[in-house]
């Protein structure tokens, strides 16, 4: 059975902080790694893939991926209290020769960023 | 045009009607997605469909039947439900089956009654 874990918090940060949201991952043949951000009441939202080792950055978002230690992570610099949602990681859940376009993800992790 | 439009946005039925789920997107993307969410868990997949033929079913209930009129429609008929079956269901859309991540629609927020 292919997981993704994260940590459901509530992870709570003061405005302003870094906040550090963690994600792993069982399949050592996923390729694609994503983080999605889901307010209340409302679709998920695509803020950063990365699919190589390594950091990608985006504005206020950096997102590690260590393929070695099947382990993807999400900073959010800055935290604002608009940043407060819950955060999905998701991970294709691809076969490793192919993918399918399936995403599995992660129970997510709820992100409070106090003023 | 970037958005993956669901019809309707809420949907109250009762366990002997026949309704169906609407989604569109005009993003030329040829994959397209039915996920099913319940409060305060991910989404699940239910349904793939790679170039208007359907690649992935997971094993979801014939009580839900998915359909691709064409590359910019995706439809869920719904007949016969249960109240367990209340959730949101979510549409979404990628340029191909792998990669890149989806474009979510809004959700259609669905009760069986």
């Known amino acids: 059975q292919k997981e993704v874990e994260q940590n459901s918090g509530p992870l709570s940060v003061p405005e302003g902080a870094i906040a550090s949201l963690n994600c792993t991952y069982s399949d050592r043949g996923s390729q694609s790694f994503f983080w999605y951000r889901q307010y209340s009441g409302k679709s998920p939202e695509l803020i950063m893939f990365i699919y190589s080792n390594g950091d990608k950055e985006d504005g206020r978002f950096t997102a590690q991926l260590n393929k070695a230690s099947q382990y993807v992570s999400l900073l959010i610099r800055d935290s604002q209290p608009s940043d407060s949602a819950t955060y999905l990681c998701?991970?294709?859940?691809?076969?490793?020769?192919?993918?399918?376009?399936?995403?599995?993800f992660g129970q997510g992790t709820t992100l409070q960023v106090k003023p | 045009d970037t958005e993956v439009t669901q019809t309707p946005k809420h949907l109250v039925m009762g366990m002997t009607n026949k309704k169906s789920l609407k989604c569109e997107q005009h993003m030329g993307h040829r994959a397209m997605y039915w996920y099913k969410q319940k409060a305060k868990k991910p989404p699940e997949l239910m349904f793939v469909y790679s170039y208007e033929k359907l690649s992935i079913n997971e094993s979801v209930p014939s009580r839900f039947s998915p359909e691709c009129p064409n590359s910019s429609l995706l439809n869920l008929h719904l007949h016969a439900l249960q109240p367990e079956d209340s959730a949101l269901y979510l549409c979404?859309?990628?340029?191909?089956?792998f990669g890149y991540g989806y474009t979510f629609g809004s959700g259609t927020r669905l009760t069986v009654v």
């Open positions: 998701a991970v294709n859940g691809g076969d490793g020769s192919s993918n399918t376009g399936k995403l599995i």
């Open positions: 979404a859309s990628s340029q191909e089956p």
